[in-house]
């Protein structure tokens, strides 16, 4: 069983930042990879970021490539997700998932990950 746990979400003006943390617990995590979702009020829940735990290879979403980064810290078993010059159409609830190695699904569907978080909200003001 896995356990994440998403913090860092908040308030912020267009233009500024926020760090999104996911703490992941309950089993060793090399044969996993990580991703980060986001789902907006009466929308459907979207893929936004995606690395692998062993080898930190990176793929990201159009709308968020060069604005977002998504890194992980082996020793704290932790996944960031870095927002820079955000916008209000980031405003979100943000999920991070676990992905268990050798699943076919498409990076980008939810259908491939195994266990999500809670989530936390980012808004963006204009």
């Known amino acids: 069983q896995v356990q994440l746990k998403e913090s860092g979400g908040g308030l912020v003006q267009a233009g500024g930042s926020l760090r999104l943390s996911c703490e992941a617990s309950?089993?060793?995590?090399?044969?996993?990879?990580m991703g980060w979702f986001r789902q907006a009020p009466g929308k459907e829940r979207e893929f936004v970021a995606y690395?692998?735990?062993?080898?930190?290879?990176?793929y990201y979403a159009d709308s968020v490539k060069g604005r977002f980064t998504i890194s992980r810290d082996n020793a704290k078993n932790t996944v960031y997700l870095q927002m820079n010059s955000l916008k209000p159409e980031d405003t979100a609830i943000y999920y991070c998932?676990?992905?268990?190695?050798?699943?076919?699904?498409?990076?980008?569907?939810?259908?491939?990950?195994?266990?999500w978080g809670q989530g936390t909200q980012v808004t963006v003001s204009s």
């Open positions: 690395i692998n735990w062993s080898s930190g290879s990176v």
């Open positions: 998932a676990a992905r268990m190695s050798g699943r076919t699904y498409a990076l980008e569907s939810k259908l491939g990950y195994d266990y």
């Open positions: 309950g089993r060793t995590f090399s044969s996993y990879a």
